[in-house]
């Protein structure tokens, strides 16, 4: 699947929010450790280009059964 991003804050409010264990890590750290991880995401993000769209591929995995 291809995740499409207007911006780096885009991307980052994506990943950083909501219920995935990604966001729920990082709420639960202190603020200062969470924003120099942002910082270091942000500087992969942008790559020495300017802020602006990107699009990036996730490969998604889902298994479907029944448990005894």
Do not use: K
């Not at 219920?19 to 924003?35: E, F, K, S």
């Amino acid at each position: 699947m291809s995740f499409d991003y207007e911006s780096f804050d885009d991307y980052w409010t994506s990943q950083a929010t909501g219920p995935t264990r990604t966001a729920q890590r990082l709420q639960a750290m202190p603020v200062d450790r969470r924003d120099e991880i942002q910082h270091h995401v942000r500087l992969a993000y942008l790559y020495g280009a300017p802020d602006g769209p990107r699009s990036y591929a996730h490969i998604i995995r889902a298994v479907r059964g029944i448990v005894p």
